[in-house]
């Protein structure tokens, strides 16, 4: 069973911060937080990833709460082209197995 | 980045026929590959993690003898559907990990299977 649970869906403005959250209460000490996402009938592209700290690349910023039972999601400025299936997963390090939850399905609004 | 390829994008076949799909590591190597199948309006399901040079490990309920997976090279992962039926019909997506990667997977663009 996937390890997180995510709202099914939102949307958001166009311009605007898309915040997508992800509850990951049983998560273990050697879990990363993955995130990718998937837009129609493509693979899953990777957007970001972190075990403790907040992480920003230029794509997103990952933030961590400090018990790590859940994150956030941050796409700061989010365009038409991000509309996709988000999907956050937890794996220990080392293994790489992904078990895919139900994902939250993001829909950008003009 | 990282690039996977999958072969083909799209196939139609005959119900009892086999079917091959192929996973390429195009600038990396990857010693694990793991491949998917995903329904319509569903979430990505893991079948298997193929291992470079040994046998694939499948998750529970999955047929090895249906699925069979094949990872000769450090490049190279197929997934061929053996007597495809209608049920079979989905999307495969494969991922692969980089060798010393610090951990995202790469996936592919996915293989759409139609079996009539």
């Known amino acids: 069973d996937a390890k997180t649970t995510q709202p099914t869906s939102m949307d958001c403005a166009e311009g605007r911060a898309a915040n997508l959250p992800c509850n990951h209460s049983?998560?273990?000490?050697?879990?990363?937080v993955y995130w990718y996402r998937q837009i129609h009938s493509q693979g899953p592209q990777y957007i970001i990833h972190?075990?403790?700290n907040n992480e920003t690349n230029e794509m997103a910023s990952l933030i961590i709460t400090e018990d790590r039972k859940s994150s956030t999601l941050i796409l700061p400025h989010a365009t038409l082209r991000d509309t996709a299936v988000y999907y956050c997963?937890?794996?220990?390090?080392?293994?790489?197995?992904?078990?895919f939850g139900t994902g939250t399905r993001l829909k950008v609004l003009a | 980045g990282a690039v996977v390829s999958q072969h083909p994008s799209w196939v139609i076949c005959k119900s009892g026929t086999s079917v091959k799909i192929e996973c390429r590591s195009l600038?990396?190597?990857?010693?694990?590959m793991f491949w998917y199948r995903q329904f319509p309006k569903q979430s990505l399901m893991l079948m298997a993690t193929?291992?470079?040079?040994?046998?694939?490990?499948?998750e529970q309920g999955v047929e090895k003898d249906k699925f069979l997976i094949n990872h000769a090279s450090l490049t190279l992962s197929t997934l061929t559907v053996t007597s495809a039926h209608p049920e079979d019909s989905s999307f495969y997506i494969c991922?692969?990990?980089?060798?010393?990667?610090?951990?995202?997977?790469?996936f592919g663009e996915g293989s759409r299977l139609t079996v009539l």
């Open positions: 600038d990396f190597q990857a010693t694990t």
């Open positions: 049983t998560i273990s000490g050697n879990e990363y």
């Open positions: 193929s291992n470079e040079g040994s046998k694939a490990t499948y």
């Open positions: 991922s692969a990990r980089r060798v010393g990667a610090s951990g995202e997977l790469f």
């Open positions: 997963i937890v794996s220990p390090s080392g293994t790489y197995k992904y078990i």
């Open positions: 972190g075990l403790k």
